[in-house]
Nanobody, 118 residues
Framework: QVQLVESGGGLANEGGSLTLSCAAS????????MGWYRQPPGKQRTLAAT???????NYARSVKDRFTVSRDNVKGIVSLQMNNLKPEDTAVYYC????????????WGQGIQVTVSS
């Protein structure tokens, strides 16, 4: 079992920056992939950025070159540095962890609001 707790987020102006952090607890050594998904108002949840335990990253096209995902495998922390924020980045951001040997394999945080004003 893995528990995820997000922090950071809030309100930013267009062009500004915010940092999200997520701390995992429980069986963190079994986590393969961590990252962030986001859900804008009235829309589906989609991938923002993920990172594997080996440091391989995957970004949504809309955030590439603006967002940077990083991870501390020992501490079980994943962060998302968001730069040059746009109003369309407004969403609830969910921390995600995939632990292939756990049951269940997928874990989600409670979500944290990010609002970007124009």
């Amino acid at each position: 079992q893995v528990q995820l707790v997000e922090s950071g987020g809030g309100l930013a102006n267009e062009g500004g920056s915010l940092t999200l952090s997520c701390a995992a607890s429980g069986n963190i050594l079994g986590i393969l992939t961590m990252g962030w998904y986001r859900q804008p108002p009235g829309k589906q949840r989609t991938l923002a950025a993920t990172i594997t335990s080996l440091g391989h990253t995957n970004y949504a096209r809309s955030v590439k070159d603006r967002f940077t995902v990083s991870r501390d495998n020992v501490k079980g922390i994943v962060s998302l540095q968001m730069n040059n924020l746009k109003p369309e980045d407004t969403a609830v951001y969910y921390c995600y962890a995939y632990s292939p040997r756990s049951d269940p394999r997928d874990y989600w945080g409670q979500g944290i609001q990010v609002t970007v004003s124009s």
